[in-house]
């Protein structure tokens, strides 16, 4: 029909924003952009536009405007698929966390520019971002009635696979989380060997910036295991079921990239476009794992 056509492109509109919204906060902090507009919000530098373009202001007030309009149609997205959409079980609980992720991760940024936080609550700006992207996506493949084509509701997942899948979707926020803390904490090139800190040295960190950054690269090795565990397992037992055969097996795809990539930007010295490739990585592989969590709650029991 017309009305879901123009949803589907609503849909697509806002998840793409989503993207932007978190690829344009990466690309803030790691130019350390995010003073660009001086301690002013939503103004920039005591101005609704401001007149004296720089980098970091072009940047931070690039940010905000698209934050702003991406804002607007993800709203629009909630309430319409909760009319549209709302019969699916899961539509009006995603459609509240994407306004209210939005709005929260929104105000931690403006808090951080009026006032300043500290580098552990800033640290939850990216994944207070990331849970809102996954909603947006999980309601746009809803729109796009995705669970139909892969017969989600016929899904049989056995309680390995869902022990795995629940357990490694919250496990990833965690490395997530300690990724931030990496940046925030400015830890990126303390350690400049790779995969160790100091190549050879077997010892344990010895201060608190080495202590973030060895932490990070041990929760990015577990996840990588962790997912290619599971990928094994999908290939053995669920290759007569596409959606997770292939699902597990581009997560591992993913996570292989963001390890990769994570690698590249201390062996580059914070190559800017590596950087950005890891925070997509990081996205995909986050969206992915939520969409593994909604066909684990459709399935029904398998031994």
Same mark, same amino acid.
């Given at each position: #029909?017309? !009305?879901?056509? !123009?949803?589907? $492109?609503?849909?697509?509109?806002s998840t793409i924003g989503m993207l932007l919204i978190l690829l344009g906060g990466a690309l803030v902090t790691k130019t350390d952009s995010g003073m660009g507009c001086g301690r002013h919000w939503p103004g920039c530098n005591g101005q609704l536009i401001p007149n004296e373009i720089t980098a970091?202001? =072009?940047?931070?007030?690039?940010?905000?405007?698209?934050?702003?309009?991406?804002? /607007? =149609?993800? &709203?629009v997205l909630a309430v319409w698929s909760w009319k549209a959409i709302g019969h699916k079980r899961e539509t009006k609980l995603l459609s509240f966390l994407a306004i209210f992720f939005l709005i929260l991760q929104a105000l931690i940024g403006a808090a951080q520019v009026l006032w300043g936080q500290g580098d552990f609550i800033l640290a939850l700006h990216f994944g207070i971002s990331l849970i809102s992207f996954s909603s947006v996506l999980l309601l746009t493949l809803l729109v796009f009635e995705v669970d139909q084509k892969f017969d989600a509701d016929r899904i049989s997942i056995g309680k390995t696979l869902k022990f795995h899948t629940i357990g490694v979707t919250i496990y990833s926020y965690i490395v997530v989380?300690?990724?931030? @803390?990496?940046?925030?904490?400015e830890?990126? *090139?303390?350690?400049?060997? $790779?995969? #160790?800190c100091n190549n050879g040295d077997f010892s344990l960190p010895a201060n608190f910036w080495e202590w973030v950054q060895m932490s990070h690269r041990a929760a990015a090795a577990l996840i990588f295991i962790w997912l290619g565990v599971i990928a094994i397992h999908a290939i053995r037992h669920y290759k007569n079921q596409r959606v997770i055969y292939w699902g597990w097996i581009i997560a591992f795809v993913l996570v292989t990239f963001q390890v990769l990539a994570g690698?590249?930007? /201390? =062996?580059?010295? *914070?190559?800017? !476009? =590596?950087? @950005?490739?890891?925070? @997509?990585? &990081? /996205? *995909?592989l986050f969206g992915l794992l939520t969409y593994m969590v909604l066909l684990v709650s459709r399935s029904k029991h398998k031994n």
């Open positions: #029909m017309q !009305y879901n056509r !123009y949803l589907k $492109w609503f849909g697509v509109a970091e202001v =072009l940047i931070e007030f690039s940010h905000r405007v698209v934050t702003g309009a991406v804002g /607007i =149609l993800i &709203v989380y300690t990724g931030a @803390l990496v940046r925030h904490t830890s990126e *090139l303390v350690c400049t060997d $790779w995969p #160790m690698a590249a930007v /201390i =062996l580059t010295r *914070l190559n800017l !476009y =590596l950087a @950005l490739a890891h925070s @997509l990585f &990081v /996205i *995909l």
